[in-house]
């Protein structure tokens, strides 16, 4: 399924972000199935507010189609989008979010802003939620 190839893609990400020591968030832009930007959380990496991977994988798709209208454009990520995310999701005019968990640490739900889509399939969900467990147990054990 065209689908787990993309939630395989958005798991892969977070992976690089938990290598550098990042929340593990992954995220890509498809259009017309192909996917056309991708990123994955650098706060850390680059000591900067906006590294979030959502806001990468939007700046790449930009830069890919040569516009910042992503009209005809999808978001997969692997966590529910923060509010800053949202917004820039939102400004970018892509059509629909897909993700993978929710947030648990936010008092504003930014999905209800955006035409999102909680994914089930619990061996994705599991594996990435396994994947945040074991950074936080990290962080909280340094």
């Known amino acids: 399924m065209v689908m787990n ?12 972000a938990f290598d550098n020591d990042d929340i593990p ?13 991708e990123g994955f959380n650098t706060r850390n ?8 991977a ?8 930009c830069k890919h189609i ?3 209208r992503l009209d005809d454009c999808e978001m997969y990520v692997t966590l529910m989008p923060c ?11 892509i059509k629909k979010v897909y993700y993978l968990c929710d ?3 936010v008092c504003i739900d930014a999905g209800k802003y955006l035409n ?23 962080k909280r054990n340094k």
């Open 83 to 93: 509010m800053m995310c949202a917004g820039a999701i939102i400004e970018s005019r």
């Open 66 to 68: 040569g516009d910042w």
């Open 25 to 37: 968030v992954g995220a890509i832009v498809v259009q017309n199935g192909k996917i056309i930007g």
């Open 5 to 16: 190839k993309y939630v395989d893609k958005i798991i892969e990400l977070s992976k690089y």
């Open 116 to 138: 999102a889509v909680k994914l089930t399939n619990s061996e994705n969900v599991e594996k990435y939620k396994k994947l945040l467990q074991i950074f936080f147990e990290k």
């Open 103 to 105: 947030r648990t640490n």
């Open 45 to 52: 990496k680059f000591k900067s507010v906006i590294g979030h």
């Open 54 to 61: 959502e806001i990468d994988a939007i700046e790449m798709a």
